[in-house]
Structures are given as structure tokens and as C-alpha cells.
């Protein structure tokens, strides 16, 4: 027999993570997923969803690669830290800036 919903899907976060937009701006990843209980003939189980991730301020992000993000409304690009220290440039796009960020480098010499 098929399983019954008892709660509404709860939002569980999973991690956080800095991210910056094209323009250097600082923003908040939170990457979460949904889960609920459900009856069963066996008792209560626990129903897990995909993950996803979006911004602090609840708007979705898509992961693209493993250091970067898109806001498909509007286009932007998010990258994570490893991504900007590294130098490397993603599907031939070049890092944003970032504001008041001292490169390994510089702190070396």
C-alpha cells in the first residue's frame, strides 16, 4: 500500500556557502532539501526530496560545475570561493573581482 502524507514537506538546510556575484557582490548559497512524514503499513517513514540551492533571500539558484551558480531569472553568475582563489576561468568566463579580498599571492609578497 502506498504511503499517506501526515505533515506538510518541512525545509531542511543543509550548508551555506559565500558566493559572489559577476559584480563582486557577496552574496549567501543555501543548499536545503524537503522532507516529510508519511504512514505506511509499517509506521511512520521519513520521505527525503532532491536537493536544491538558492540565495539567502529564497531566490533559486542552479548549480553549473562544481564552484558555480546561475540565477536563471536574470542570468547572473555566482561563484564560490575555490573558484575565484584558483584563477581558473569556467566555460571561458572570466572571475568577477572580488571587493576587499587579498589574493594568496599578494599575501605572500
Not at 526530496?49 to 529564497?58: E, V
Not at 536563471?72 to 572570466?94: C, D, T, V, Y
Amino acid at each position: 500500500m502506498m504511503g499517506t502524507n501526515d505533515t506538510e514537506p518541512e525545509c531542511e538546510e543543509l550548508q551555506r556557502c559565500r558566493v559572489w556575484g559577476n559584480d563582486g557582490s557577496e552574496f549567501t548559497a543555501v543548499e536545503y532539501r524537503y522532507r516529510s512524514i508519511i504512514a505506511t503499513d509499517r509506521g511512520a517513514r521519513v520521505q527525503i526530496g532532491a536537493r536544491h540551492w538558492r540565495l539567502k533571500s529564497g531566490q533559486p539558484l542552479r548549480p553549473i560545475g562544481a564552484d558555480g551558480f546561475l540565477h536563471e531569472p536574470s542570468g547572473e553568475l555566482f561563484w564560490m570561493a575555490a573558484f575565484l582563489e584558483s584563477g581558473r576561468h569556467h566555460n571561458g568566463l572570466r572571475r568577477p573581482a572580488l571587493r576587499g579580498v587579498v589574493s594568496l599571492d599578494e599575501q605572500i609578497s
